[in-house]
């Protein structure tokens, strides 16, 4: 257990909805990171977040956006959702956010969108 | 752009017998390299880390790597394969000027006894 809480665990919607995917990092951790795991893309970092600011961005699409809060948890939002959309996201968090921090990454959610 | 290179999509091994998971990575500066273990329908777990201290790194489960900057590449071994090995292996490099890691493909390692 990595001590990152991820809900839900698994998400079945239509093409068109919108649905919102949250994190809870590890105690003490100000950093978070959003990645999708597809079988033709891989692991694809998404967006990070430190201490309630964005602070990087990958490759994340228009209708994807996220924010982290002031109590440190991170919510992933997808709208207007595509088959394509269906992945396995993954948050992970670490202390600070240099880049040998070990990021630790939470049991991740299933989208499935039919 | 930083990238990473796993030679093998899937590798098979003999209960026993050494472990070898290939890396190599595209650096113009000195990278940060990591090793992740997911087994399935879980989350990635850290294997073992190289942080430019000591070129030979072990990590959890008996598995070690080793930094070799003239080949540019982070294998990652283990000598004597176990059952409870059988999963997929990412490994990953670290942007020094960034947060982001950025993954190989991943390699799914099958032990058979």
């Known amino acids: 257990d990595s001590g990152v809480t991820q809900t839900p665990k698994h998400l079945i919607t239509a093409t068109g909805q919108r649905v919102t995917l949250r994190c809870s990092p590890r105690s003490g951790d100000l950093s978070v990171y959003w990645y999708q795991q597809s079988l033709d893309q891989g692991l694809q970092f998404l967006i990070q977040?430190?201490?309630?600011?964005?602070?990087a961005k990958g490759n994340i699409l228009e209708r994807f956006s996220a924010q982290q809060f002031p109590d440190l948890h991170s919510e992933l939002n997808l709208s207007s959702l595509e088959l394509g959309d269906s992945a396995l996201y993954f948050c992970a968090s670490s202390v600070v956010q240099g880049p040998k921090d070990t990021q630790y990454f939470g049991p991740g959610t299933r989208l499935t969108v039919l | 752009a930083q990238s990473v290179t796993q030679l093998g999509s899937h590798v098979s091994v003999s209960e026993g017998a050494l472990v070898l998971l290939r890396c190599n990575y595209s650096s113009s500066v000195p990278p940060y390299l990591f090793w992740y273990v997911q087994y399935p329908n879980q989350g990635l777990q850290l294997l073992l880390k190289y942080t430019s201290a000591a070129t030979l790194v072990k990590g959890i489960n008996g598995f070690e790597a080793e930094f070799k900057k003239s080949e540019t590449s982070f294998h990652l071994t283990k000598p004597s394969a176990h059952m409870s090995d059988a999963a997929e292996y990412f490994c990953a490099v670290s942007l020094v000027y960034g947060n982001k890691l950025v993954f190989g493909a991943g390699t799914i390692l099958r032990v058979k006894s």
């Open positions: 977040y430190y201490n309630g600011e964005e602070r």
